[in-house]
């Protein structure tokens, strides 16, 4: 069982950055890739990156990279997501979640977080 937390949410200027951070319980934080999601309202919940749980590896959605950043530190048990250069299109709740695969497909992930909120105003 993982338990995961988000924190780091808030509003922010375009262009502006935010790091977010979720943290894991559990002693097998490592054995999962740990991937990000987000969700804007009225839309559904979409890919953002995937860090392997080694954290030598990652991918990203087309939408963010080269300014979003995923990273982790196992021996916190803890993720984080580097935003930089937002818009306000990046506006919607952020998620984490764990699963035992690297990909994008939302139900490949078994442990979810409950999000934390990220507006950018124009």
């Known amino acids: 069982q993982v338990q995961l937390e988000e924190s780091g949410g808030g509003l922010v200027q375009a262009g502006g950055s935010l790091r977010l951070s979720c943290a894991a319980s559990g002693r097998t934080f490592s054995s999962y890739h740990m991937g990000w999601f987000r969700q804007a309202p009225g839309k559904e919940r979409e890919f953002v990156g995937v860090i392997s749980g080694s954290g030598g590896y990652t991918y990203y959605a087309d939408s963010v990279k080269g300014r979003f950043t995923c990273s982790r530190d196992n021996g916190k048990n803890t993720v984080y997501l580097q935003m930089n250069n937002l818009t306000p299109e990046d506006t919607a709740i952020y998620y984490c979640?764990?699963?035992?695969?690297?990909?994008?497909?939302?139900?490949?992930?078994?442990?979810w977080g409950q999000g934390t909120q990220v507006t950018v105003s124009s």
């Open positions: 979640a764990a699963g035992p695969s690297m990909v994008r497909t939302i139900s490949e992930y078994i442990y």
